[in-house]
Nanobody, 125 residues
Framework: QVQLVESGGGLVQAGDSLRLSCAASGRTISNYVMGWFRQAPGKEREFVAAISSTWSGGRKYYVDSVKGRFTISRDNAKNTVFLQMNSLKPEDTAVYYC????????????????WGQGTQVTVSS
C-alpha cells in the first residue's frame, strides 16, 4: 500500500509560482511511476506530468500545455514528489492529484493505482 498526501496549493495571480508536494508512505516511491493529474470544474481528469521509476531511468514527461513552465522532481531521501509550477495561467486552475503506479503508459490515469486527496490550485487574472 502507498499513501499519498498532496500539499502546497493555493490562490495566486497569473504569472506567479507554486510548488506542490506529494508525501508518500508505505513504499519507496523510487520503485513507482509518479504522476500529477489535474481536474478543472466540468472537465475530466487530465495528465500533467510524470516521472518513471529509478530502474527505468527516471524519465520525465509533460503535457504540452505545461512544458517549459512545470517541472516534476523526486526526492527519494524524503520519499516525496514535487511539481514546481511557474508562470501560472488561469487555465491551470484545477484540483491537482498525485498518483503512483507501475504501468508504462505514463499519461493514462488507469495505469495509476494509488491516489492522493488532491490540492486546489486557483490562478486569477
Amino acid at each position: 500500500q502507498v499513501q499519498l498526501v498532496e500539499s502546497g496549493g493555493g490562490l495566486v495571480q497569473a504569472g506567479d509560482s507554486l510548488r506542490l508536494s506529494c508525501a508518500a508512505s508505505g513504499r519507496t516511491i523510487s520503485n513507482y511511476v509518479m504522476g500529477w493529474f489535474r481536474q478543472a470544474p466540468g472537465k475530466e481528469r487530465e495528465f500533467v506530468a510524470a516521472i518513471s521509476s529509478t530502474w527505468s531511468g527516471g524519465r520525465k514527461y509533460y503535457v504540452d500545455s505545461v512544458k517549459g513552465r512545470f517541472t516534476i522532481s523526486r526526492d527519494n531521501a524524503k520519499n516525496t514528489v514535487f511539481l514546481q509550477m511557474n508562470s501560472l495561467k488561469p487555465e491551470d486552475t484545477a484540483v491537482y492529484y498525485c498518483a503512483a503506479g507501475s504501468g508504462s503508459t505514463y499519461s493514462d490515469l488507469k495505469e495509476y493505482v494509488y491516489w492522493g486527496q488532491g490540492t486546489q490550485v486557483t490562478v486569477s487574472s
